[in-house]
């Protein structure tokens, strides 16, 4: 059980300080987002049901990448720093936050990590959010994009029943799509679902096993790349303060 949001449970958190802890999340968030944009850093949120395939998406995206880019990535998991460790070994530098019983990131653990972290040297930074398709979509962490990871074998229904996180995506990858023969299942009708409770619809369907769909992905990912390189460098106000470099 999460002890800042308590999963919804308004027993265990309150309405009115689950509305300060995101009031002063979205502060922390803007923060971030100013570091960022100050930077030219594209930070990515990538978010998912646990074992989505979201770490599997970043190491074949590492294969293509980081001969052309320099990729950083922050991951999150309740416990264990596996994910950093398989993005390290496939050449994405990365720092693992481990979030004890929190089930979802927030920006100042976000914040936190980019002072642990050489952020400053990366043009994308992806953040592996912690396997959750709840609450991980409440919390603001100063990203340019929302990303989500929803596999084949999760059921044609997900994106009706868990809304919120569709609602927020600005991409959906459709992952695992190598199992299809193996399985019951229609694609379209993902799709579809997807479509009822995403705003502006933007759909992949990928396999990181085969490399089916990554062509689009990475073309998406050069594309928002582009956006942030016309767009003029924001002068961020921030308070000076150090974001130190590990040695
Ligand atoms: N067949 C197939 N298996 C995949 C694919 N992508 C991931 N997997 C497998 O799915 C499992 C979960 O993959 P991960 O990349 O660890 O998923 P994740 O979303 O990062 O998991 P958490 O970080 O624990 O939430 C692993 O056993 C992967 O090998 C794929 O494209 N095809
Ligand atoms: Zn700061
Ligand atoms: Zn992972
Ligand atoms: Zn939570």
């Given at each position: 059980m999460c002890d800042s949001c308590g999963c919804g449970d308004h027993e265990l958190v309150p309405v009115e300080i689950q509305q300060k802890i995101l009031v002063e999340n979205d502060r922390t968030a803007a923060h971030n987002r100013a570091h960022f944009a100050e930077g030219g850093v594209l930070a990515i949120n990538l978010m998912g049901s646990p074992g989505a395939g979201k770490t599997a998406v970043l190491e074949r995206t590492a294969t293509a990448f980081t001969q052309r880019f320099r990729l950083g990535a922050i991951t999150a998991d309740l416990a264990t720093d596996r994910d950093a460790l398989r993005l390290n070994r496939a050449g994405i530098p990365s720092l693992a936050i481990?979030?004890?019983?929190?089930?979802h990131l927030d920006a100042r653990m976000v914040h936190d990590a980019l002072h642990q972290f050489?952020?400053?040297?990366?043009e994308y930074l992806f953040i592996e959010n912690v396997?959750?398709?709840?609450?991980?979509?409440?919390?603001?962490?100063?990203?340019?994009f929302n990303v989500v990871a929803l596999s084949?074998?999760?059921?044609?229904d997900k994106p009706l029943k868990y809304p919120t996180m569709f609602h927020k995506a600005d991409l959906v990858l459709i992952t695992k799509h190598d199992l299809v023969p193996h399985l019951e299942v229609d694609v379209a009708a993902i799709e579809d679902a997807i479509r009822r409770v995403m705003p502006d619809p933007k759909v992949f369907v990928v396999s990181a096993?085969?490399?089916?769909g990554f062509e689009r992905w990475l073309k998406w990912l050069e594309a928002r790349r582009e956006e942030l390189l016309v767009k003029p460098r924001a002068h961020a106000h921030l308070r000076p303060h150090p974001h130190v470099h590990p040695s």
């Open positions: 481990t979030t004890g019983t929190a089930c050489p952020w400053r040297d990366v396997g959750n398709l709840v609450c991980p979509a409440v919390y603001d962490l100063g990203q340019a084949v074998t999760e059921g044609e096993r085969t490399g089916e």
